[in-house]
């Protein structure tokens, strides 16, 4: 088949929020249409990091799957698959482990920045840094290369881990013969979005996220709480919105209206409770075929479970044939049926 393959993955530790939509999991929606595609609910890799949790990353299991066919992923063009189905990738992940050193892991900087950050939180780095956390790029190369994916549709702070994915596929080949395909990293080209607080990064831990299944409630009482231009105190003060969340997020949802919002508030024509009141309205707007959607998938569990089982058949098919590739290059072949 000539045509590419992408995979790529998430972490089912929380809900998808506007972050994730206009960054690299809504330009999934986008590349569905024109590549073979395997999209990962990474819950392996998000036992490195809360191993202490099975029960928290099963429910997002299946809270990510209902979130991502909400925003658009379609079963008809994508595979949904759950990684701890594909016992291969654990295997590649053994395989791959020996062509990379520890000082290759700790220099690697996603996984540096992380360490950081658990060192921050924990103190001793030494308690708080396992095995299987400082390994998990060996583990994201087996994803990858289980499923032959030609490109890795992901945010910036993953490039790192592709990279690694790339060395270990090169010495791989280099040892053993050709046997993997080397992907490529596909950036979208949307920049990070800010949180509701004006943070630069919208993010579950920091708390400034509107959520993609946040009720009209909750989106209403986030938006009122946002931080616009701290100098407008009065109804009628004049107000820059290049420095307000509120303006931000009116641009982001491409609000028709935004000249108006705009010219008002720099006129000082414009409240800000009633320009608040305005996204209010039109975020809602703009969540309401995604709610529905999601609606849908929720009271069909057993349609969403179908189109998972089916997802993971189809890519463990594939990891199969990689595997057997893989061992025997290795000159694994004691008892199995070559395919
Ligand atoms: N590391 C990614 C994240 O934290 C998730 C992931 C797991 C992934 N396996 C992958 C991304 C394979 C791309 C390709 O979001
Ligand atoms: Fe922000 Fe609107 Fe207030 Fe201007 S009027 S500061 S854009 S909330």
């Known amino acids: 088949m000539s045509q590419k393959t992408i995979l790529t993955g998430i972490r089912p530790t929380g809900n998808l929020h506007l972050g994730h939509l206009f960054g690299a999991v809504g330009n999934w929606v986008a590349l569905q249409n024109d590549y073979e595609t395997f999209i990962e609910i990474a819950d392996v890799q998000a036992l490195t990091d809360h191993f202490d949790d099975p029960e928290m990353v099963k429910e997002n299991v299946w809270e990510l799957a209902l979130d991502l066919l909400a925003i658009g992923i379609d079963p008809k063009k994508a595979n949904l698959f759950i990684q701890s189905s594909l016992s291969e990738i654990a295997e590649l992940t053994v395989f791959y482990s020996n062509l990379v050193t520890m000082a290759r892991l700790y220099r690697n900087p996603t996984v540096k920045t992380e360490i950081a950050q658990k060192k921050a939180l924990f103190g001793n780095e030494g308690e708080s840094v396992t095995y299987g956390f400082v390994g998990y790029p060996v583990s994201q190369a087996a994803d990858i290369t289980a499923l032959d994916g030609d490109l890795v549709p992901v945010g910036e702070d993953q490039l790192p881990l592709i990279e690694q994915c790339r060395e270990i596929v090169r010495k791989f080949n280099h040892i053993y013969g050709e046997t993997l395909k080397e992907p490529e990293p596909l950036l979208s080209n949307t920049p990070r979005i800010k949180g509701l607080d004006g943070q630069a990064k919208m993010g579950k831990s920091l708390g400034n996220a509107i959520y993609l299944c946040d009720s009209e409630e909750v989106v209403q009482k986030k938006i009122m709480g946002a931080i616009t231009d701290p100098s407008k105190i009065k109804k ?37 409770v009633a320009c608040k ?32 089982e089916e997802g993971t058949k189809q890519a463990k098919e594939k990891a199969k044939k990689t595997l057997r590739r893989v061992k025997d290059a290795l000159k694994i072949d004691y008892f199995e049926e070559k395919c």
Request: proline share 4%; glycine share 2%; charged share 40%.
């Open 277 to 308: 009141k305005e996204l209010i309205m039109r975020m809602n707007e703009f969540l309401k075929d995604f709610r529905e959607k999601r609606k849908y998938y929720e009271e069909h569990p057993q349609e969403v479970k179908e189109i998972l």
């Open 236 to 272: 009628d003060d004049q107000a820059n919105p290049d420095i307000c969340m509120v303006y931000y997020y009116h641009k982001l949802i491409k609000n028709p209206n935004l000249k108006t919002v705009c010219e008002e508030c720099k006129k000082g024509k414009r409240g800000c």
